[in-house]
Every structure is written in structure tokens, then in C-alpha cells.
């Protein structure tokens, strides 16, 4: 049965409503990239140090921030947070593999739990949009104001949340050299990266790379690092994680570098998949849809349809407004993915775009229900709710999104709606609860 014309106006009001408010850039806080394959390599890269660490590979996430600057931190005991413009600035799998291994180090060693305090554990969308406001006022250098908004204490120096001791950084360096070796990766690694930021402490604050500021660096600590490295026994270097080490960077780096840069370099790809793949985000971002489909189609010819690469082409498709042919590819993909959320959240944005709500809306809450950290998919699941006539649904999840960003006032108000609009003690009315806990936090003073 059809909506009436009125109904149908006041639901599309709605959704335009809140398709403007997603336009908004985030005022407060980091954001996450959120990518179906280049999570899957993060994981892969991960696994074995986060196994050496006696760490759950399954239960702590390595997950990407959106920035340009070098860093990597970690602000629970469940997720280690990398910036893009540290992925793009390392050269080898060893190397992330040092990064991962130190962050590790700190949650294992209990440098974090000792000082969680006030802070959250970022279970929700709202836990770790706090986490991601936090770290953006430690890497601006404005502590006591980032604890203030992201805490809700009065008196918290942001840095003693996010920021180790030197003894803690010496524990740390021990312990993943340690962790590298266990995981039968070269050490050296660990003392590549730490030669990489030498020197910063010499420039101003302003000129600094987060991870300098939250990680001091000292002499010291760097002669340390040498003497733990140098009768350490070179590793052989592991072919698969090189493999997942390059294709993370090449396509964070195809979709964050301008398509000429990306054409000029795709043929030092390691393999021709990686190269083809490379080239087909290159080509999309030059609107050549003709060249991205003929590139990711032959990708997927070497990989045997790899459901990541189906993602891709599902997105190309999707994003050259072919709605149909992108609703085809992304159910492959599910299909052949099994849970992966991400992926799911592809496949219910087309079928959003295609004019599919209802189906749009049960592949979103089944992604939704695996994780809840992805800002887009909240996007696209309140515009799925709005378009099904459940307007307090999409106030909650609308909610969570700007939470999940750092825009506490925002989250607030939507909350309050929300509650209003669930029934009370609900699932729903409790998630808004969560977020309006949140906010409140932030807006105390």
C-alpha cells in the first residue's frame, strides 16, 4: 500500500533534514575511516603482535583516523588508534607492525588502565566519540580545555590521560621488541620508527607531530632502543603481511592523493592486483567510470571475485549513481563476506539510493548490530528509519552519529528528542540515554 502524498512529503522532509545535518563538518573531535579492506589488513597486520601480546586479536580493534599528521595512540584498553598520515609515511608491514607493537605494549604493561579515571570505555558510539574529542585536544596541545569538553572534570590535564611517562615509553619499548620477536617479526622495525620522529623535540610545539607529544622521545630512550635492537637477530620479511601492508597504503593513499600521483606510481605496486586496484579508484576519482570498472574487474579476475574488491566496485558503481548494478555487486559481496558490517552498510546504501527502504533498512540494522562506530552507516540508517515512518528511531541513531563525532550539543538535542519519541526503557531509550550521559560529561565545566 502506498503512502499518501502528505505522509510521503513529511517523511522525505525529514530525511533531507537529516541528510543537511550529515553535511555539517564535525566541529569537535577526530573522525574514523572506516574502509571494509583496509580494516581487514589492519587486523591481519595485527594479529600476531596483539596474539604475542596475550592480547584478543577479536576483541581489540586497530581502527583509522582521519588525519594527516603522524600518530598512533591508544585511550582504552579495547582499541589503538592509527592516523592515516602515519600509514602513509611508513615504508614496510614491519614497521606498522612497531607502531601496533607498542600501543599494545602500553595496554598490556596497564598504562592505561591505571588512568582511565573519568573517562569511558568506549563501548558505544558515544564512549568513543569522547575518546576521538579527547585525542583531538591532546594532539592541538590544548589539554586542560579537551579534558573540560571531552570529560566533564575540572581540573584533568588532557595529557595525563593520553600521554606517557618516559618511564612508561621505556617500558613500552622493551616490551615490544619483545612482542616483535615473539611474533617472529624484525625488531629493527621498532627502531626505524623511533628514528623517524628523532629530532622533534627540537622544534617548536606548534611544528611537533602528535605522537611526539603524547610518545617524549629522548636520547636516552633512543641509545636504549639501539642497544635492545642490535644483537637481535634479523628477520626474514613475511610476504603476506607486505602483501595487506601495501594494499591498506595503496588504496588509503589512492583515495587521499590526487589521481595523477596515484597513476604516476601504481606500476611500483607489489602485485598486480594492487596496482589495478590503485588504478580503479584513480580513475573513479577522475569520473572516468569506463576505466575504474575495466581496472576493478580485472582485479577481481586475479583475486577470484574477493568480496573487498567487490566492495570497491560496488562503491564505484554506487558513487556513478549505476544504483541497480551497485545493489548487485554489494549483495555479492555480503554474500561472500559473511558479517563483515561495513559491507553490509554498502549494500544497504544502495539499496537506499535505489529507492529500497525497507530492504535498505534491515542490511543497515544487521551491520549495525555488528558495530556501531561508523558514522556513515548511523547517516544512512536514520534516513532509512525516516524513510519507513520511524522518526524517534532515527532521532536516536541521529543521536549517535554526532556523539560518535564529538558534537555533544548536537547529540544532546537529538537524544532529548528521542526520548520522547521511543518508549521509555526501551533498548532505543536507553541508547539515547547513553548519549545524553555523554553530553552532559562534555558540557560540564
Request: hydrophobic share 45%; no cysteine; net charge positive.
Amino acid at each position: 500500500m502506498g503512502l499518501s502524498s502528505m505522509r510521503r512529503a513529511a517523511l522525505w522532509m525529514m530525511a533531507l533534514t537529516l541528510a543537511l545535518a550529515v553535511a555539517a563538518p564535525a566541529r569537535a573531535g577526530l573522525s574514523l575511516l572506516r574502509d571494509a579492506d583496509i580494516e581487514h589488513a589492519l587486523r591481519q597486520l595485527a594479529a600476531p603482535v596483539l596474539g604475542a601480546a596475550g592480547l584478543s586479536p577479536t576483541q581489540t580493534r586497530i581502527l583509522l583516523v582521519d588525519d594527516g599528521s603522524l600518530n598512533a595512540f591508544v585511550a582504552d584498553t579495547r582499541h589503538i588508534f592509527i592516523h592515516s598520515g602515519l600509514i602513509s609515511r611508513l615504508e614496510t608491514a614491519a614497521q606498522l607492525q612497531a607502531v601496533i607493537a607498542h600501543e599494545a605494549a602500553h595496554i598490556a604493561n596497564g598504562h592505561i588502565s591505571q588512568r582511565l579515571g573519568n573517562m569511558r570505555s568506549a563501548r558505544t558510539a558515544a564512549g568513543l566519540g569522547l575518546v576521538l574529542a579527547a585525542a583531538a585536544a591532546a594532539a592541538t596541545g590544548e589539554g586542560q580545555l579537551g579534558a573540560a569538553v571531552a570529560l566533564g572534570t575540572q581540573n584533568s590535564a588532557m595529557r595525563t590521560l593520553l600521554s606517557h611517562t618516559r618511564a612508561e615509553e621505556s617500558s613500552a619499548d622493551i616490551e615490544s621488541v619483545r612482542l616483535l620477536m615473539r611474533a617472529g617479526i624484525n625488531p629493527r622495525a621498532a627502531l626505524e620508527v623511533q628514528e623517524m620522529f628523532s629530532g622533534q623535540e627540537a622544534l617548536s610545539l606548534g611544528r611537533q607531530d602528535p605522537y611526539t607529544r603524547s610518545h617524549p622521545l629522548t636520547r636516552d630512550r633512543l641509545r636504549a632502543l639501539q642497544g635492545l635492537v642490535a644483537g637481535q637477530p634479523e628477520t626474514a620479511p613475511d610476504g603476506t603481511a607486505n602483501y595487506w601492508f601495501a594494499r591498506a597504503k595503496g588504496k588509503l593513499t589512492a583515495f587521499q592523493r590526487a589521481p595523477s600521483w596515484t597513476l604516476r606510481r601504481a606500476a611500483d605496486s607489489p602485485s598486480a592486483d594492487i596496482r589495478l586496484m590503485r588504478e580503479a579508484v584513480a580513475h573513479h576519482r577522475n569520473a572516468d567510470t569506463r576505466r575504474a570498472l575495466a581496472a576493478i574487474d580485472e582485479a577481481l579476475r586475479l583475486r577470484g571475485d574477493d568480496p573487498l574488491l567487490l566492495d570497491l566496485k560496488g562503491q564505484i558503481l554506487l558513487e556513478s549513481r549505476n544504483f541497480a548494478a551497485a545493489v548487485q555487486v554489494y549483495q555479492t559481496a555480503a554474500q561472500r563476506a559473511g558479517s563483515e558490517p561495513l559491507i553490509l552498510g554498502g549494500l544497504g546504501r544502495a539499496l537506499l539510493a535505489a529507492g529500497h527502504p525497507a530492504e535498505a533498512l534491515r542490511a543497515l540494522e544487521a551491520a549495525q548490530g555488528r558495530d556501531s562506530t561508523d558514522a556513515r552507516l548511523l547517516r544512512d540508517l536514520a534516513l532509512a528509519y525516516a524513510q519507513t515512518g520511524q522518526g524517534g528511531m532515527a532521532s536516536v541513531v541521529t543521536a549517535e552519529r554526532y556523539a560518535l563525532q564529538g558534537r555533544m550539543a548536537d547529540a544532546g538535542l537529538h537524544a532529548t528528542r528521542a526520548s520522547g519519541l521511543v518508549p521509555r526503557r526501551s533498548g532505543p531509550w536507553q541508547r539515547a540515554q547513553d548519549v545524553l550521559s555523554a553530553a552532559e560529561q562534555a558540557q560540564r565545566r
